[in-house]
T-cell receptor, first 108, second 112 residues
Framework: AQRVTQPEKLLSVFKGAPVELKCNYS??????LFWYVQYSRQRLQLLLR??SRESIKGFTADLNKGETSFHLKKPFAQEEDSAMYYC??????????FGKGTMLLVSP | NAGVTQTPKFQVLKTGQSMTLQCAQD?????MYWYRQDPGMGLRLIYY???????DKGEVPNGYNVSRLNKREFSLRLESAAPSQTSVYFC???????????FGQGTRLTVV
């Protein structure tokens, strides 16, 4: 069965510091991985997906199949990045499996 | 452009009461989902509907029923609410596979 692991419940950094939110997955097939973000009092929204290899709001994530990881990175954190971040995996036709989430707090 | 709309936003129920959470999307999506979000547990899939007229169980279906009323609407029913069902419930939709899911604003349900 598929599984998404986010080992950190909370990550606290200062503004301007680099950020790395960890995500590891377990899936026997070829995974499709995503990062979703939930800002305070807003709905959950897609941040980026591995297949597009894009940078959104300065965030990037690279799929490492050898390490089964999809870590989210940003070189310089901003206060507005404070949010809950979820790593997610699509398996099969209709299942989107989420990790437990990491709360990112960026302090001034 | 409403996207995914859930009603109500907040609800308090007594143990044993029943209620239905409503969800509607205006993006002509085929697939719809119900998740619950609990602290430290992330989002867990309750039920999903890959197309109008079909529904399937997710990870935590016990105590819930769903109805895909038409392509736009997907409701979640609690027949006899229990305190363990206190949670935030999210409805989501996607075109087909959930490679980009759009979420509603959530329903905060408390069962006392």
């Amino acid at each position: 069965a598929q599984r998404v692991t986010q080992p950190e419940k909370l990550l606290s950094v200062f503004k301007g510091a680099p950020v790395e939110l960890k995500c590891n997955y377990s899936y026997s097939g070829s995974p499709e991985l995503f990062w979703y973000v939930q800002y305070s009092r807003q709905r959950l929204q897609l941040l980026l997906r591995h297949i597009s290899r894009e940078s959104i709001k300065g965030f990037t994530a690279d799929l490492n199949k050898g390490e089964t990881s999809f870590h989210l990175k940003k070189p310089f954190a901003q206060e507005e990045d404070s949010a809950m971040y979820y790593c997610a995996l699509v398996s099969g036709y209709s299942t989107l499996t989420f990790g437990k989430g990491t709360m990112l707090l960026v302090s001034p | 452009n409403a996207g995914v709309t859930q009603t109500p936003k907040f609800q308090v129920l007594k143990t044993g009461q029943s209620m239905t959470l409503q969800c509607a999307q205006d993006m002509n999506h085929n697939s719809m989902y119900w998740y619950r979000q609990d602290p430290g547990m992330g989002l867990r899939l309750i039920y999903y509907s890959a197309s109008e007229g079909t529904t399937d169980k997710g990870e935590v279906p016990n105590g819930y029923n769903v109805s895909r009323l038409n392509k736009r609407e997907f409701s979640l029913r609690l027949e006899s609410a229990a305190p363990s069902q206190t949670s935030v419930y999210f409805c989501a939709s996607s075109h087909d596979r959930p490679t980009e899911a759009f979420f509603g604003q959530g329903t905060r349900l408390t069962v006392v």
